[in-house]
């Protein structure tokens, strides 16, 4: 089985905070993705990695950035947090372009 | 026009009942396609890969229709324990990122 697993469940910062949310996967797999989920928004793409050190933008990539050093990890920076970026932040791991979540981390900043 | 398009529900329906969702894209390079559960508060999960030529999975089958554009869920004998949110997703050709419908809420009443 896929595990994707995530730094944090719940997260509380406050606004100008930098914030590291990290994302770890055990399947070897190239592609990596973060997305935002919010209420009658759907999944958001922010970035993703198809291989170390390679990222792209996604859908909504301002305010945040991302760092692929190892295969396995994917992290997703917010470099001053504001409170527009409260949300739920879901990684994910991809083959085939079947996609495996981890368990999210819901960022409240206040 | 949105890349791919659901009917967010809710879809309420009785314990034993058939309910079918529809899901609309837009773009005809569209590759690959898949839906995905989401359960309340929890991440999303691969339900079934979508084929051209159309697929089951026990009570639950899978329909593509490239003329027109959608994909479709049917899902017979419904369960208590199929209330959910269910994700439309779709790869276009040639890109390794895919994108999401905003989800169909069903819920099965006893």
């Known amino acids: 089985d896929v595990k994707v697993t995530q730094s944090s469940r719940y997260l509380v910062k406050r606004t100008g905070e930098k914030v590291f949310l990290e994302c770890v996967q055990d399947?070897?797999?190239?592609?990596m993705f973060w997305y935002r989920q919010d209420p009658g928004l759907g999944l958001r793409l922010i970035y993703f990695?198809?291989?170390?050190?390679?990222?792209e933008k996604g859908d909504i990539p301002e305010g945040y950035s991302v760092s692929r050093e190892k295969k396995e990890r994917f992290s997703l920076i917010l470099e001053s947090a504001s409170t527009n970026q409260t949300s739920m932040y879901l990684c994910?791991?991809?083959?085939?372009?079947?996609?495996?979540f981890g368990p999210g981390t819901r960022l409240t900043v206040t | 026009r949105k890349e791919v398009e659901q009917d967010p529900g809710p879809f309420n329906v009785p314990e034993g009942a058939t309910v079918a969702f529809n899901c609309t894209y837009s773009n005809s390079a569209s590759q690959s396609f898949f839906w995905y559960r989401q359960d309340c508060r929890k991440e999303p999960k691969l339900l079934m890969s979508?084929?051209?030529s159309g697929n089951e999975d026990g009570r639950f089958t899978a329909q593509l229709n490239r003329a027109s554009q959608y994909i479709s869920l049917l899902i017979r004998d419904s369960k208590l324990s199929d209330s959910a949110t269910y994700l439309c997703?779709?790869?276009?050709?040639?890109?390794?990122?895919?994108?999401f419908g905003i989800g169909t809420k069903l819920q099965v009443i006893p």
């Open positions: 997703v779709v790869n276009i050709r040639g890109y390794q990122k895919v994108t």
């Open positions: 990695s198809y291989d170390v050190k390679m990222k």
């Open positions: 979508v084929y051209s």
């Open positions: 399947m070897d797999h190239e592609n």
């Open positions: 994910a791991s991809s083959i085939n372009y079947e996609q495996y």
